[in-house]
C-alpha cells in the first residue's frame, strides 16, 4: 500500500478568507484563519481576500498583509488585483507594478463582486493583459478561477481559450488553475499537455481514481494542493491526496513541493 | 481517543483501522475489461487470479468502475463495509442489462463475502421488472438489502405513481432505501412517501435536501436520515448539518467508484465534531439501520 509513514507536508495555494459574497453559509473569519489550517494539518497557506467597491480590493489586500505578518511562518499573501481600473488617472498597469514594486509572491486577479459588478474578462485587447505582461516579467505566478467554466456564471466571462493564449504569450510565468471540476477535466486536461506553465489545483478532481488517473497521463509536476475554502471543504482535497494510491514522492510534489517551487520562481 | 487516532492516520494516508467504518452509498459498474463478467464464469482459482490480472488492466481506464480498484480503495482507506448499487442498473435500457447488472451485483456480493452488501435498484421505467427484483431482498443468501433509487437518473420524480409499486412492497417487507432525489422534488413529497411506510428507513442521499430543509424534513419524518456525500462541498456544511438534525441522522457514504473514496471519508475524519458525533456518523447508525442483514 502506498501510505506515508509520516505527516505529508501541506501547503494550501487557494484558500479565500472573508466573505466570498459565493455562499452566506461557508466562510472563514480572520481570526480562526490559523486554526483552521492546524485541524487540516496545512503548514502554509496562500490566503486571499475581496472587497466591495473601488478601492475594496485595496482593503482586501491590507488586511491579508496585515494577517500574513501576524503568522508569516504560516501565511502567504495571495495578493489581488480587480480587473478594472476605478478612476481615469489609474491604469491596471499602474496597479501591477505597484504590487509587484511591494514584492508580492503571487497574483489573484479578483473581479468586482455584487450584481451590478462588470464580469472579468481576460479578451485580446484589455487592460489586464498589460498589468499581467508586469506580472510576467516578473515572474509572479497568476491565479485564476476556472470553475465557471460552461456555467454561465456571470462574474467570470473567459473561457480555456483566453487561458491558453496568455499562458503561451507568457510561458516563463507559472499561471495556477484553481476550482476546476471534474466535469470540465477533458478540456483542462488539453490545456494542461498543451502549455506546461500551467498548473491545476487538485480539490475539484472527485471522480474515483480521477487524481491517480491525471497524474499518470500528465505528471505529478503539474497538480498543486488548494482547497478552494470556503467554496470547498479542505478536507475533501486532502483525504482524495493523501489515500490515493500515488507514491509517496508523487503525494507530496502535490501537498506542497510543486507549490514552493512555483512560489520561489518569483523574482520580486 | 478515536478521534485522534482517526486524525492522524488520515494526515498519514493510513488507513482508518479503529472503527468499522460503514459506507452506505457505493457503486460498482462494469466495462468492457471488468472483473465481474467474467468471473461469472469462473471456478474460485480463476476468479481470484482474474481480480488481479484486471486490476492492472483496470488502471489503464481513466474512470474505472470495477470491483477490484473498489476493494483496493476501501483497503487503503479502512472501509469496512459497503453497500452499493450497480451503475448498470440504474442507466439500463433495457431489462436484461437491467437483470444482468443484479447478477453481477450479486456475483460481487458473493465474491467479497458480504464486505458488500447490495441495493435492488428500482427502475420506474421497468416496473415489473423491479417488483421481480425486488424479491430477492427476501431471500438471506442473496446479500440484498435494501432498495435504490435514482430519481434524477430515470427523471421520475418521488410522487410519480411508478414507485406505487415499490411502496406497496415496503408496506409488507420494510428495508433501508437509499433515494438521489429527482432536482423537482421537494420534502413535503419525501415526506408524504416516507410517512405511508413509517417502518421502513430511508437514506437521502447528497446531504439533500440541504441546510435550508433538512432539519424540518428529519424532524417531520423520524424514518429519514441523510448521508453525506457530494462532489462539492462547502467549508463546515458537515458540522452544520450535525447541528441542525443531530449526528444520529446522518450517514457516512461515498458514491464511489463515481466519488473519490477518500475525499469522502476524509469529510467525517477530519471535521469538528466528537468523537461521538464522529462514530455515528461513520458506522453506529448505519449497522442499527442494516443490523438485522449484517448477521444473515
Same mark, same amino acid.
Given at each position: 500500500m502506498p501510505t506515508s509513514d509520516h505527516n505529508m507536508n501541506i501547503w494550501d495555494i487557494d484558500f479565500h478568507v472573508g466573505?466570498?459574497?459565493?455562499?452566506?453559509?461557508a466562510w472563514v473569519a480572520e481570526d480562526k484563519v490559523v486554526d483552521l489550517l492546524d485541524r487540516y494539518g496545512i503548514e502554509r497557506a496562500v490566503i486571499s481576500a475581496s472587497g466591495l467597491g473601488p478601492d475594496g480590493w485595496v482593503d482586501a489586500n491590507l488586511r491579508i498583509s496585515k494577517l500574513v505578518a501576524s503568522a508569516n511562518d504560516r501565511l502567504i499573501g495571495g495578493y489581488t488585483s480587480p480587473t478594472n481600473a476605478f478612476r481615469e488617472s489609474e491604469t491596471l498597469k499602474e496597479y501591477a507594478e505597484e504590487l509587484v514594486a511591494n514584492g508580492i509572491s503571487c497574483i489573484r486577479l479578483m473581479p468586482e463582486t455584487g450584481p451590478q459588478a462588470a464580469p472579468m474578462v481576460l479578451g485580446?485587447?484589455?487592460?489586464?493583459l498589460e498589468a499581467i505582461e508586469v506580472y510576467a516579467m516578473h515572474r509572479v505566478p497568476l491565479i485564476l478561477p476556472v470553475g465557471h467554466f460552461f456555467t454561465g456564471k456571470k462574474r467570470f466571462e473567459y473561457g480555456p481559450d483566453a487561458i491558453e493564449r496568455i499562458a503561451k504569450q507568457f510561458p516563463e510565468m507559472p499561471i495556477i488553475l484553481v476550482q476546476g471540476n471534474y466535469r470540465l477535466m477533458q478540456v483542462l486536461e488539453g490545456m494542461l499537455k498543451r502549455c506546461s506553465n500551467l498548473y491545476l489545483t487538485i480539490?475539484?478532481?472527485?471522480?474515483?481514481?480521477q487524481l491517480e488517473s491525471l497524474v499518470r497521463r500528465i505528471g505529478a509536476e503539474r497538480f498543486v494542493f488548494g482547497s478552494g475554502a470556503p467554496e470547498m471543504e479542505p478536507s475533501m482535497g486532502i483525504g482524495m491526496l493523501l489515500w490515493s494510491r500515488l507514491s509517496v514522492e508523487e503525494k507530496q510534489k502535490i501537498a506542497s513541493s510543486n507549490v514552493a517551487g512555483i512560489l520561489g520562481k518569483s523574482k520580486c | 481517543m478515536l478521534d485522534e487516532a482517526i486524525r492522524a492516520r488520515t494526515l498519514r494516508g493510513?488507513?482508518?483501522?479503529s472503527c468499522p467504518v460503514f459506507d452506505v452509498h457505493g457503486h460498482i459498474g462494469a466495462s468492457r475489461d471488468s472483473l465481474v463478467g467474467e468471473i461469472m464464469d469462473s471456478n474460485c482459482d480463476e476468479k481470484f487470479n482474474s481480480v488481479y490480472v484486471n486490476l492492472e488492466q483496470q488502471r489503464g481506464i481513466s474512470w474505472p468502475r470495477a470491483l477490484p480498484l473498489l476493494m483496493e480503495a476501501m483497503n487503503l482507506t479502512g472501509i469496512n463495509r459497503m453497500v452499493f448499487s450497480h451503475l448498470d442498473a440504474i442507466t439500463a435500457r433495457t431489462t436484461d442489462i437491467y437483470f444482468k447488472a443484479h447478477r453481477e451485483a450479486e456475483e460481487a456480493i458473493w465474491f467479497t463475502e458480504k464486505r458488500l452488501l447490495g441495493y435492488v435498484v428500482y427502475a420506474p421505467h421497468f416496473v415489473e421488472s423491479s417488483l421481480t427484483q425486488l424479491?430477492?431482498?427476501?431471500?438471506? @443468501? @442473496?446479500g440484498f438489502v435494501g432498495v435504490k433509487l435514482h430519481c434524477e437518473v430515470h427523471d421520475v420524480r418521488i410522487s410519480d405513481e411508478r414507485f406505487n409499486g415499490l411502496f406497496e412492497h415496503l408496506k409488507d417487507y420494510p428495508c433501508p432505501v437509499l433515494i438521489h432525489a429527482h432536482?423537482?422534488?421537494t420534502p413535503l413529497e419525501i415526506a408524504r412517501r416516507a410517512k405511508s411506510v413509517p417502518d421502513t428507513t430511508f437514506i437521502m442521499a447528497h446531504f439533500w435536501p440541504g441546510e435550508h430543509m433538512a432539519k424540518f424534513l428529519t424532524q417531520e419524518c423520524p424514518n429519514v436520515c441523510i448521508d453525506i456525500c457530494a462532489s462539492k462541498t462547502p467549508l463546515g456544511q458537515l458540522e452544520r448539518m450535525v447541528e441542525l438534525v443531530g449526528s444520529s441522522r446522518l450517514l457516512y457514504g461515498s458514491d464511489a467508484t463515481y466519488l473519490s473514496l477518500g475525499a469522502q471519508l476524509a469529510k467525517v475524519t477530519l471535521a469538528d465534531l466528537t468523537q461521538a458525533e464522529k462514530e455515528a456518523i461513520l458506522f453506529q447508525n448505519a449497522s442499527h439501520i442494516f443490523s438485522e442483514y449484517l448477521t444473515r
Open positions: 466573505l466570498t459574497f459565493e455562499n452566506g453559509r485580446k485587447d484589455c487592460a489586464i480539490s475539484g478532481l472527485g471522480l474515483f481514481y | 493510513q488507513p482508518i483501522d424479491k430477492r431482498l427476501k431471500e438471506s @443468501s @442473496s432536482p423537482l422534488d
